[in-house]
């Protein structure tokens, strides 16, 4: 597992539970399905939004044994999505590995990603309260109607900063508000302590997308298990490169990302201009804006441990390099 | 809305209110999945897993407003398979329109088979009893399990009939056997009638499979709103090539579906052969035996419409021509 928990008091314990309730939840007689996601899950991420869950239950009186099912539930979500976006997004590689469509071909990729999000309603429905099966639920239609929505702006680089806050919406808050949410709910936290961390789980998910967009600029390959330029290569225009252009008065970068030529510019000169005209540094100050909004919603939550861990996460996200 | 339902008093009149139930699940203020599903919704097919539900919950008690919701879902999670295995397999037409890849290209419709998916999985958290959901959730996973297999076996004409058998129960069979059980449980209807509906769904779920697979050999295109020999082209070995085969002594059929020629043999002649060697008839036997099981089991249910109603469904599949 990843070490980004290690100061998080007992929550490498805690995310080991939620790793075999995944390995249970998706155990499978079908050999395909068996390869395919033991090798994933072998290779885990930093679990960030299991990890967010349990946080955000420690609010209230979190029973373990709904709790880590939950966590796991809103794992294999985020797997789903996973592998359904490398197959949208034709990506090829997935936590330093071949992405599942290029091991197992698209049509198998969309059944396992079909499997994953089947199993993950099963966890829900079989260890969490209805209210929150429906949480789920509708979190995940505005995650497909958002991505719809980012699937239609492809290769128009005229986007506007709006226009990309609205995206990682559903890429990515939507997800990390919904960890939160039902983390806490589940757990019976305070009402209002439980619409706090809601709205601390959308924005230290809005930070979390914007570093990550930015390390696909600035990032260093093995660290990161993946190649960097990325986004690019398959057309996503994210806030980097939209500050850059704000600030491309000699209209260097412009016709470079021009319908006709994008994505067949050179990779590494778009790269070093979008450092050059400060697009990295105008993104970053975006993620501190979202950080900085997270953690003034925290300081509102009573003195605890809780609290700390909380606040912890939303600054390690901010200057974290993987 | 087909005629298939006009012999069974009431059914117009339930499945108008499940559509009502389809169409506000559905609504989103993203176009591309309000036009892609308000035309595939207007162009509803025969909505038979939703008619057998209905049909189920009538050995209970039903409240409509629990039923017709569990019955939207039902024909909700169809599409979104529907939809999935379009792209998967590649097919052009469904319902006599282009398939939804077909107009808005492979990434947004498996953007839209997941939202469907969520949405599914929303109204039955919404409106059934969390064991139901169970039930939901547990059935899609057999069912991607099920088709992973079934392309594992493509281009391999080997299949025996055992191996069809099995596939089908994933294709279709299983979803039968759901809308038959969620639909009497969550009526209430006795734990014995209720695992007998399980067997009966099962059953005409099998039967009506064979006779698909034999429709795409024998059927009228206009009347099925699709082109006949759909499944050969697109390499899928149904039961009556595999009877076919089993009658091929002279070896005639046998070298045109070798794997280094098929699909790219002539799909009339295929057809034909097929026939001539009395794999339609043959296949024609199993559904027949299968619609024998169902009533069989049917027979065992105490009198009443329900019961009347459930036989005449079992008969009138068997029969029919699109």
Known sequence: MSDFWSSFPGMDTALSAVSEYIRTATASSNPIIQDALSELFEHQGKMLRPGMLI????????????????????????????????????????????AVHMRYGKKDAVLIGDF???????????????QNAIHLGKAISAICAMELDQDADRFKPSLSVRNYLKKIIGKTALLFSLA?????????????????????????????????????????????????????????????????LRQDREEKLLPLVQTDRFPYSDIPTLLSL?????????????AQLYTERALREIAQIPQGVAKQNMEQLAKKLLIRTY
Chains 1, 2 share one sequence.
Do not use: W
Not at 62 to 87: S, W
Not at 116 to 130: D, G, I, Q
């Open 55 to 98: 946080l955000a239950s420690q609010f209230g009186n979190p029973d373990p044994k709904r709790i880590y099912p939950l966590a796991a539930a809103i794992e294999l979500l985020h797997t789903a999505t996973l592998i359904h976006d490398d197959v949208i997004d034709d990506s090829p590689v997935r936590r330093g590995l071949p």
């Open 116 to 130: 994953l999000l089947s199993r993950c309603f099963l966890v829900a429905a079989e260890y969490t309260t209805p």
């Open 180 to 244: 939160c949410h039902v983390g806490a709910a589940e757990a019976k936290a305070p009402p209002q302590v439980t619409e706090r961390l809601r709205r601390i789980g959308y924005n230290i998910g809005m930070a979390f997308q914007i570093i990550d967009d930015i390390l696909d600029y600035t990032g260093n390959e093995r660290e990161l298990k993946k190649p960097i330029g990325n986004d690019l290569r398959s057309g996503l225009v994210t806030l980097p490169l939209i500050c850059a």
């Open 274 to 286: 979008t450092q050059q005209l400060g697009g990295i540094a105008e993104a970053r100050r975006y």
